[in-house]
């Protein structure tokens, strides 16, 4: 009878931890560690945070090798072995990833699953990227999922697929996004790809939400941050580890901005990491959210001089300087749609001061003249007769409504229009390249304008996995080309000067050169 009984009660006791997905999840499933050994799933600091907080839709942005794909599919696949006629979809950056994500954190935790449990849940198909069960639920994994309805969404890497992939990341929003009903679930999860996008986007709206207070709807994201310094995994014996001063004033900054206190242990970390990252640090490992948008996009062109020119202290509170003319330095736009961006900036001794930039959209040359005027007007700026305003090669175009090219509108509105002399693209981005290592920028009214040089930058070639050497045409191409108008300016009103001490050690050496030749010439 007490055998019966306790039989009984272990069968209440499983049928209860069974109804518990938290349960399930801790006890079901097995998975392999970093390290390639079969492990018992039990959720890490920043799952167990996840499995607490999430909403129905959620943006997740994080630092690297924390398990959020692993655990969003253990989820999604318990709720299809679980649930009748669930539909569960992946989207992974490319197929193979998607073929990794399948075979590694799908597949292998349904194969070791109880024997019981599997013969209760068999599969009617099974493929390379899906299972579908004898319930009707199904879970896979691919690089879309137009079409179709589901409960469950989770796209990986979002931010890379972004910056790599636009068209695809257009499809993604348009497309997958809405096979998901308001109330159902989905998974948005990255690290950052620099300040522009869809998942950058998507990520400060929800950031707003969050500071606000705002109550979320079922279609809003919440905002979740996962920083390397919550990680007990990220911290080492601090003893032999040499802090440089760069490191010492990062970790000064981050205590400062964001109230983060590192211990040595974390310190030691991020130092010894900092060496084999690099300048991909801070987007790989963030502190912050702010940390991790800031850092320099794979594939930009200027976006690790501009990191650069942010941490020597160039970006900042800069104002114009008395005396010298501020001018401007435009890009228009092939259409109307297209932006018109200008570069306000000052050719100073040694550097080259960015004061604003500005870009719209829609309207003519006069509407740029009066908002340039106005500009002069409400800061103080002076033209000057060194002042002009740099158009490209293109200004010389008529204008379909008017009949005149930009150049002659300029003229009408008292700009002092010029035209540098041309370049190759390759030979102005290299210009560019040249100029920010003695550029400023004020920080208040360049932030538009920095995001952009951050954000310019190569195409991605899906065949080779390699950066092309075109241009991306994007958000930031118009803002980018005006700093090359502005390069090309500087380059042909301020040529490179000789050094006079140089230009004097030069012609001894000749003169050395032209004895020795003479004295063997004799022999």
């Known amino acids: ?67 959020f794909t692993t655990f969003i599919q253990l989820v999604m696949l318990d709720v299809c072995l ?10 992974a950056q490319d197929r193979d990833t998607a073929k990794a994500i399948f075979a590694d954190k799908i597949e292998y935790p349904y194969l070791n699953l109880p024997e019981s449990l599997r013969a209760a849940r068999p599969t009617e198909v ?75 986007r998507m990520t400060e709206k929800a950031r707003a939400q969050q500071r606000t207070g705002a109550q979320l709807s079922v ?3 919440r905002f979740h941050f996962y920083g390397w310094h919550e990680d007990p995994s990220c911290w080492i014996d601090p003893e032999g580890v040499v802090i440089t001063e760069e490191s010492e004033k990062h970790f000064e900054r981050v205590e400062r901005e964001h109230g983060i206190t590192l211990d040595d242990g974390q310190k030691a970390w991020w130092q010894v990491t ?38 020597e202290g160039r970006v900042g509170d800069f104002q114009a300087v008395p005396g010298y003319p501020v001018q401007t330095f435009h890009d228009i736009g092939v259409s109307l749609t297209d932006y018109h961006s200008i570069w306000f900036a000052q050719f100073l001794p040694g550097e080259i001061r960015h004061l604003h930039f500005y870009q719209n ?63 190759t693209r390759a030979d102005g981005i290299n210009a560019v390249r040249a100029i ?17 040089l951050k954000n310019y930058k ?16 994007n958000e930031a191409s118009h803002g980018a080309d005006a700093e090359r108008t502005l390069a090309m300016a500087h380059r042909e009103v301020h040529p490179k000067v000789v050094d006079p001490e140089q230009a004097q050690r030069d012609e001894i050496v000749k003169a050395q050169q032209a004895r020795l030749k003479a004295r063997r010439r004799a022999a």
């Open 361 to 423: 959209s829609g309207e003519g040359m006069p509407f740029y003249a009066d908002y340039i005027a106005e500009q002069y007007q409400k800061n103080g700026w002076i033209r000057g007769d060194e002042g002009y305003d740099w158009f490209p090669h293109d200004g010389r175009v008529k204008e379909w409504g008017t009949g005149k090219t930009r150049l002659e509108q300029a003229k009408e509105k008292h700009l002092r229009p010029r035209i540098p002399t041309a370049m």
């Open 126 to 200: 099974d493929s390379a990227f899906e299972l579908k069960f004898n319930n009707n639920s199904s879970i896979r994994v691919g690089t879309s999922m137009r079409g179709g309805t589901l409960q469950y969404l989770h796209v990986s890497e979002f931010g890379k697929v972004c910056a790599k992939f636009p068209d695809k990341a257009r499809e993604i929003v348009t497309g997958a996004l809405n096979t998901v009903k308001p109330g159902q679930f989905v998974f948005i999860e990255s690290t950052a790809e620099g300040q522009d996008g869809n998942f950058y």
């Open 458 to 473: 190569k195409k991605w070639n899906d065949k080779t996995g390699a950066w092309m050497s075109e241009p991306l045409h």
């Open 82 to 91: 679980f649930n009748s006629n669930i539909r569960c979809g992946t989207i």
């Open 219 to 221: 279609i809003d994201y």
């Open 436 to 452: 920010i290592p003695v550029s400023t920028f004020d920080a208040k009214g360049c932030t538009e304008g920095i995001k952009v």
């Open 1 to 67: 009878m007490a055998t019966a009984r306790a039989s009984s009660e272990a069968i209440a006791d499983l049928k209860r931890n069974l109804a518990d997905r938290n349960w399930r999840l801790c006890n079901l499933y097995w998975i392999t560690d970093r390290d390639g050994n079969r492990i018992k799933f039990s959720p890490n600091w920043a799952q167990q945070r996840l499995m607490d907080e999430w909403h129905y839709r959620n943006i997740i942005l994080k630092s690297r090798q924390i398990g």
């Open 274 to 311: 900092k060496e084999t990252q690099q300048d991909d640090m801070d987007r790989e490992y963030p502190a912050h959210p702010d940390e991790a948008f800031a850092a320099a996009v794979d594939g930009s062109y200027y976006g690790r001089l501009i990191a650069k020119a942010e941490k």
